[in-house]
């Protein structure tokens, strides 16, 4: 196969791509052109399901070739194979009838099935998938295929980071929509913080969430609402406005991925019986002015995504909003006493 043919083939494709947003559809052209182009007899796109109870399930997204009767490997396989996929880019089985490395050989061979080669598909250094293709006859890839199919495997893992981020925009859209909404038809301040609390929690698979808004008399921030935390933490003392918190409430995102080990963090030992490894603390507007803090906590490392930052701090912001709203109503309505009496407030909410 010539250099030209391995060119038009992806010129072709690229401008397919460049023509829907239809995931399915473009990956099932990719299968389609690794088929074509190398003269092949199938190929099958595998993408990690990371929803699975498996450390690793790879499941056929996308193929052509094969049929309805023939059967993939387990997640055995792609556990075994992706240490080495990684590592070298691609790997070769000669004989897939036979090859140890290989499960199914009697499929296999019903199938008409004699090379495999198959490559990673990736998203930002991170294996997400298997670009397989087979070939009905036994043979060698040369250097060029080799790097062709890694074209097309590059290529799917681009579309499925589209697609991805497409899905994840809208799905943090509904959230914090669903979640405004519910905040704009209260005013009742501690049932909207503290359903915030919940929501945070269930939405981005935390361990917890609280809300804390600042006493600027005692220097310190006291407790309005929580989700996910023992009474033994909530009670384990007051929470002096300083360090990350004083970070906070200056206005930056404070990020802690070991709490363990950061030294702004305190009450560090009720933390570790707590199972608290991760935080992130985010400021709460009213106004112009900080008036607390929203914390997320995670029982294990965690790398809090950009996404999942801004919605953290929209959903504050909005928090910020609600009380702004219930604080002037309350005075419209001269009853602030029963804002105090239900959540600790301050005077410069107002």
Not at 6 to 32: C, P, R
Not at 160 to 172: D, G, M
Not at 201 to 229: I, M, P, Q, W, Y
Request: overall charge neutral; glycine content about 6%.
């Amino acid at each position: 196969m010539s250099t030209e043919s391995y060119f038009l083939a992806l010129s072709k494709l690229t401008k397919e791509v460049g023509s829907t947003e239809d995931q399915d559809k473009i990956l099932n052209l990719i299968v389609s052109t690794a088929v074509e182009t190398l003269k092949a007899k199938a190929a099958v796109i595998f993408l990690t399901d990371e929803d699975a109870e498996d450390s690793i399930r790879n499941i056929a997204v996308a193929q052509v070739g094969l049929s309805e009767k023939y059967v993939h490997a387990g997640p055995a396989h792609a556990i075994k194979i992706s240490p080495q996929l990684m590592k070298d880019g691609y790997m070769y089985f000669r004989d897939a009838t036979t090859d140890k490395r290989l499960m199914n050989h009697q499929a296999k061979k019903e199938e008409g099935i004699g090379s495999i080669l198959s490559v990673p598909v990736m998203d930002k250094g991170k294996m997400i998938g298997i670009l397989s293709l087979y070939t009905k006859n036994i043979r060698q890839f040369s250097k060029e295929e080799i790097d062709f199919l890694s074209i097309l495997a590059e290529q799917g893992g681009f579309v499925i980071e589209n697609a991805n981020l497409i899905k994840k925009l809208r799905n943090q859209l509904k959230k914090f929509l669903d979640l405004s909404a519910s905040m704009s038809s209260s005013l009742d301040v501690k049932t909207i913080i503290q359903a915030m609390t919940k929501e945070l929690v269930r939405e981005l698979h935390l361990k917890a969430a609280s809300v804390r808004l600042l006493d600027e008399e005692t220097l310190t921030v006291k407790l309005v609402a929580s989700f996910g935390l023992s009474d033994n933490y909530l009670n384990k003392g007051p929470v002096a406005a300083d360090k990350n918190i004083a970070k906070a409430l200056k206005g930056n995102t404070i990020y802690i991925k070991d709490v363990l080990s950061d030294p702004g963090i305190q009450y560090r030992k009720e933390k570790e019986a707590e199972g608290i490894v991760s935080m992130l603390y985010v400021p709460i507007r009213s106004k112009d002015k900080v008036i607390g803090v929203l914390n997320v906590y995670s029982s294990k490392p965690r790398e809090f995504k950009e996404d999942e930052i801004m919605l953290v701090t929209a959903l504050a912001y909005q928090g910020g909003l609600a009380i702004s709203n219930a604080s002037m109503y309350m005075m419209l309505q001269e009853d602030i006493k029963d804002l105090k009496d239900n959540i600790w407030s301050h005077k410069c909410w107002f």
